[in-house]
């Protein structure tokens, strides 16, 4: 009997309460989302290339559990605290009837077992729906879905998420169920005795009010001006005023909604002074529970806004340039391209020459650059730039590269060439990639007139103008060599000024030409007849041809060539190692940062959700006596939809007003896009975020109202008010 009345108390509660199962299975998915992500097909992709990092980033996996651990508690906490408020008369007829405490303790713990495997039998199957649909999407866009799928179900990810979901629902029933056993048979039922809260009206509410405003607009003000780097200390005191500011604002919040009751008096028809004294009152009872959901929605956005843009800016970073540079003398290279089997993959090779001007002959004046940065605004930006150029002058410390080297890469990149009208160089500068502020002011005083003069060993000087746009993507397959301050110059002018960087050690060699595959057409042989005396390059950018690429794949095309270089004698730097980097910087700051947006983002949403219905199942009399006075369920249910927008409202529009300069000042400060990172899509993306966001927050409120309209057509006049 015992066993049949907790079945059945399973049964009846599933049913009226949706959403609160719903909440069940979100923390059973939050819990698997997060515990399987290394058997995730990019990681495993990732475990081969950048091993170590990987390890690092699943030791921070149980840091990010227990945090969810945490917020997931409050998650169920609330949901259970809204079943239980549901079931109050329920609980005081059993304890009227004889029903021990011990036995209606041990009910509820019955219940929540049974519900806990129910909803793990359900959730598990969801959410290894949904992990193998995150795999195979973020396979596929970021190209490893030519790789091959593999269905994985990780049992320790498994037992992590029944562990921690029993371990967050016992605990918040415990409680509940304490609480709730102690209380006498009369008081349970009736309704909870709504504690007296005095509404902060009059001058302390409005001081309240403003006194918010103006800290919230000091935090905008400091986010937006005073947040150049994660400083400590004014990250600090944005979050304190922030925070403050926040919970100030809702707090007299009550009493500006008063004075905009009181100031349209003539407007009031109907039931608009119950509808505006009902979210009055809700706000005043409840202000600190909406400032935390509003500071929730403001972490939900905020992390989902820097997962997007990093992981697309992380995503799109570097362009492929080649697929490998060999480091070795002109010989061996030689012996590798020119093996048969090798040259049917290889479809383009060609030397990457850099030197510097440091142990040279001749010297450089870099004034005019320095000039042109100077008729900038001053910022710290501009400041530190000068500061290098005039230390690289003092040092005589200038990289070069000849215009030949890097055509041959534009052109196996299928660009077009450079060319040099006279006395020009064009200006080179890894740094550019990671920082679009960076390449924007380069770019501005380049335009602005900037030169450079090299004094040759035969002591002419010679001034050479700048063209206009500045060139950052890499010269080698990933990061072989970094470079900063570098000029693409003439043959001729590299000949006379470089003293090449090479990794090779070995006896100078001279290069005739570029090293050509048979299977090329003559044109495509690299010429470079025009330098002498010239030792090993830095490196020799080899690409796989597009035909092999196309039918196999860029990954396995590359993964095979790598395979035979492994067997040759020759040191290289790959692509695949800069795939590997990027990926692993976009799992980290995007993948567990959307993670805990939307995590966030359930978590506020429920809590404000089961708030108002708790909430409004405390005023169940008020709407019976409105009934009673004549009121019709039509009208009654209109004035309830008007309260559930204008709750959410209140909400919504301070999170996402907080948000904005949030993501303001996160993205024009710490946190940069990197350069060629297309603007327009940046704002599509955010577009449809917030469009998801909007329609999210919509889910929610017709959920509520669906609830809400369905007690109130349950309501008759034949009952008796409390």
Avoid at 558 to 583: A, K, V
Wanted: charged share 15%.
């Amino acid at each position: 009997m015992f066993f049949k009345q907790i079945l059945s108390n399973i049964k009846k509660n599933r049913k009226n309460n949706g959403l609160f199962f719903a909440t069940l299975l979100i923390a059973i998915v939050a819990f698997y989302t997060l515990l399987s992500l290394e058997s995730q097909d990019v990681m495993r992709f990732l475990k081969t290339l950048e091993g170590d990092a990987i390890q690092k980033l699943m030791l921070l996996v149980p840091m990010i559990y227990v945090v969810s651990l945490f917020f997931v508690f409050f998650l169920v906490y609330f949901a259970y605290a809204y079943q239980m408020e549901n079931r109050r008369r329920e609980f005081g007829l059993y304890l009227m009837c004889g029903m021990k405490r011990g036995r209606l303790f041990l009910m509820l713990m019955c219940e929540t077992i049974l519900n806990s495997t129910l909803s793990v039998f359900a959730g598990i199957p969801l959410a290894l729906l949904l992990t193998e649909s995150i795999s195979l999407t973020t396979a596929r866009l970021v190209g490893l879905g030519i790789i091959g799928h593999q269905f994985s179900l990780s049992s320790t990810a498994i037992l992590g998420t029944v562990a921690g979901f029993f371990l967050v629902q016992l605990a918040a029933m415990l409680i509940l169920s304490v609480r709730f056993c102690r209380m006498d048979p009369a008081d349970l039922l009736k309704p909870e005795t709504k504690a007296v809260v005095k509404p902060a009206s009059g001058k302390q509410g409005m001081f309240s009010f403003v006194f918010g405003i103006v800290l919230l607009a000091v935090a905008y003000a400091m986010g937006v001006t005073l947040l150049n780097a994660f400083g400590i200390l004014p990250t600090l005191l944005i979050l304190i005023f922030g925070s403050l500011g926040t919970f100030l604002l809702y707090r007299g919040l009550g009493s500006f909604i008063e004075h905009a009751l009181l100031a349209r008096k003539s407007q009031k028809n109907g039931l608009y002074t119950f509808t505006g004294r009902q979210i009055q009152e809700s706000v005043v009872h409840q202000h600190s529970s909406l400032a935390v959901s509003s500071l929730l929605l403001l972490m939900a956005l905020a992390c989902i806004s820097f997962g997007i843009g990093m992981g697309f800016g992380r995503t799109g970073a570097d362009m492929r340039v080649c697929d490998f540079s060999l480091m070795g003398s002109d010989e061996d290279v030689t012996a590798f391209v020119q093996d048969k089997e090798n040259q049917s993959m290889i479809g383009d090779c060609y030397p990457m020459f850099i030197g510097n001007t440091y142990y040279g002959d001749s010297t450089f004046s870099l004034k005019g650059i320095v000039n042109a940065f100077e008729t900038l605004p001053e910022d710290n930006l501009r400041d530190n730039i000068v500061e290098n150029l005039l230390q690289n002058e003092e040092y005589n410390d200038l990289y070069l590269i000849p215009l030949k080297s890097f055509n041959a890469l534009l052109v196996s990149m299928g660009e077009e060439e450079l060319r040099f009208d006279g006395n020009q160089v064009a200006f080179y500068n890894r740094m550019a990639a990671d920082s679009f502020n960076y390449k924007e002011l380069w770019e501005k005083a380049i335009n602005a007139g900037a030169y450079v003069e090299f004094t040759l060993p035969d002591g002419s000087i010679e001034k050479f103008e700048f063209l206009p746009n500045m060139y950052y993507n890499n010269i080698v397959a990933d990061r072989a060599i970094t470079l900063s301050t570098t000029l693409i110059v003439p043959d001729d002018l590299y000949e006379a000024c470089a003293r090449h960087v090479t990794t090779d050690a070995g006896e100078a060699a001279k290069m005739s030409g570029g090293i050509s595959n048979s299977a090329q057409d003559s044109d495509s042989s690299t010429d470079y007849d025009s330098i002498d005396n010239v030792k090993n390059p830095f490196a020799w950018n080899i690409r796989i041809r597009e035909d092999i690429i196309q039918n196999q794949g860029l990954l396995p095309a590359i993964m095979e060539m790598q395979t035979r270089l492994d067997r040759s004698n020759l040191s290289y730097d790959s692509y695949l190692g800069g795939i590997g980097r990027n990926l692993f910087y976009t799992v980290a700051a995007s993948y567990l940062s959307i993670y805990l947006g939307v995590l966030f983002l359930l978590i506020a949403n429920t809590v404000l959700v089961l708030k108002y219905l708790i909430w409004q199942k405390k005023n169940h009399g008020r709407y019976l006596t409105l009934m009673m006075l004549g009121a019709k369920k039509k009208d009654i249910s209109i004035s309830m939809g008007k309260q559930i927008r204008l709750y959410f409202l209140l909400v919504l529009g301070v999170a996402v007003l907080n948000s904005v300069f949030a993501i303001w000042s996160m993205f024009t400060s710490f946190v940069k896009l990197p350069a060629g990172t297309s603007m327009q899509t940046v704002v599509i993306l955010a577009c449809v975020t917030l469009v998801c966001f909007v329609l999210v927050e919509v889910l929610y409120i017709c959920i509520v109202q669906h609830k809400s309209r369905k007690e109130i057509l349950a309501l008759h006049v034949s009952e008796r008010p409390e």
